[in-house]
């Protein structure tokens, strides 16, 4: 059977981008709450609520790939 494992994938920060516009693109149905990834994000990332325009950041997503 296949194990879905969370990856992280680097994401440059667009002009308007926000947090949440971010989370919208990448979050996938493992994820139970865009609250609660938005937040895992932030963690990773060591982020307030602010996203600089041209700023690299890790966004965690998961893929079917096995490890």
């Not at 895992?40 to 997503?61: F, S």
Request: aromatic fraction near 10%.
């Amino acid at each position: 059977s296949d194990v879905c494992s969370s990856d992280l994938t680097e994401v440059r920060v667009d002009r308007g981008d926000t947090l949440w516009s971010i989370a919208d693109r990448f979050m996938t149905e493992e994820y139970t709450s865009r609250r609660a990834y938005v937040r895992e994000i932030q963690q990773i990332n060591n982020l307030g609520c602010e996203l600089q325009y041209g700023k690299r950041i890790l966004v965690p997503y998961y893929s079917e790939e096995v490890k």
